[in-house]
Nanobody
């Protein structure tokens, strides 16, 4: 499956952005989809993920500010980011995990989010 992320940009602290991740096939049966991020000099980290049954998991640093959702009719996963902080600045990557006999992981190309203070 190919993933196309979009929606990044430059925003002031306190602002909002919505990221989109469009898949090249139906996401109905994709077990886990969501977002990771990587800031300069840091390891890639989980931001928010959602299962195909709607269970969500968030990093503590974004709880209450970010919301992950999926629209199966559009084969798209979203990340609504509110109350953005400078420390949210990173490249955000979409990821899909398909588990058959073993987990297969797919990454999108990344989209830059920059939050100015």
């Amino acid at each position: 499956v190919q993933l196309q992320a979009s929606g990044g940009g430059l925003v002031q602290a306190g602002g909002s952005l919505r990221l989109s991740c469009a898949a090249s096939r139906s996401i109905f049966s994709i077990n886990l989809m969501g977002w990771y991020r990587q800031a300069p000099g840091k390891q890639r980290e989980l931001v928010a993920v959602t299962t195909n049954s709607g269970v969500t998991t968030y990093a503590d640093s974004v709880k209450g500010r970010f919301t992950v959702s999926r629209d199966n009719s559009k084969d798209t996963v979203y990340l609504q980011m509110n109350s953005l902080k400078p420390e949210d600045t990173a490249v955000y990557y979409c990821r899909a995990t398909i588990t058959v006999m073993a987990p297969y992981i797919y990454w999108g190309q990344g989209t830059q989010v920059t939050v100015s203070s």
